[in-house]
């Protein structure tokens, strides 16, 4: 394959090139994903020692500014992502599954299993590390004694966990009348600047929060242990019907209501 001029298009490659220049993107982003790891488990040691006092520093934000340039912030940033990876490679291990599934090559020098979780995911899940490990664990023991232990499974039980706690929590129910202000401020806003993107994500944060009312009222309505033929049946379709809404849409809030994941409300009016 030619490499393009300096400045020059880019040229097409055949199937066998993609191929081959895919797996090695693959293979850094491991490779930098593991190198991350690394680094943020021998910030975490260091602060742990507390080495700033023995190299002369008043504190941890001025050591990490002069000796390893990056911020106090960004620091500790680093120290909860291994603390997030290593509560992930305990609650592994606590389910008796770590040796007898994870292949080789999948730990880093830190010693921790490579779960592919990315440093935000790590990062957002850390103060929710007792429920998080607790439901790793309740998972892969009973994936264990399914015999459904293939490290694949393994990695997806954990992504999904990680995934569920990271979703967007449900707004909480405000005042109706302020909640309608604040819509039809957003709309306006929104119609007068289409291309401001801080705008259209307002609106689609107040357009989310009646999501969450109406799936708050369907709920009220229709409890949760209902499937949603039965919700449908029962009162849903009158209740859609009489304030002038698809039963699709109340539906989809009542999915919103129960896992306050705004994906439940794509079709709908967002």
Known sequence: MR????????????RDDALRLTEQLRAAIDDARRAAMV????????????????????GWGAYAQDELGISRAQAYRLI??????????????AA?????????????????????????????????????????????????????????AVRAIVG???DELRRDPLPAAGDTAADDDALERALADAERHP????VVRRLVDEMAVVGGRLGQSALELAPAFWSEQEAVDKILARYAN?????????????RYALTGDRRALEGTWL
Do not use: F, K, Y
């Not at 680094?39 to 008043?58: F, T, Y």
């Not at 999948?106 to 429920?131: I, K, N």
């Not at 291309?195 to 801080?198: G, L, R």
């Open 80 to 93: 909860d992502i291994a603390e997030s990876a290593g509560a992930l490679n305990r609650a592994i291990g």
């Open 160 to 162: 999904q966990a990680v």
């Open 39 to 58: 680094l943020a488990q021998r910030v975490r040691e260091a602060h742990r020692a507390r080495v700033w006092g023995a190299l002369g520093h008043s």
């Open 3 to 14: 490499e393009p001029e300096q400045g020059g298009a880019l040229e097409p490659v055949g």
């Open 195 to 198: 291309d401001d993107t801080t």
């Open 96 to 152: 008796g599954v770590l040796a007898d599934v994870s292949p080789a090559g999948d730990t880093d020098a830190a010693g921790l299993v490579d779960m592919g979780l990315s440093q935000r995911a790590l990062r957002e899940v850390h103060g929710q590390l007792d429920e998080l490990t607790t439901v790793v664990t309740e998972r892969l023991t009973a994936a264990a004694q399914a015999g459904q232990l293939e490290w694949s």
């Open 242 to 254: 009489d304030i002038g809404c698809d039963v699709e849409t109340v539906l989809a809030a009542r």
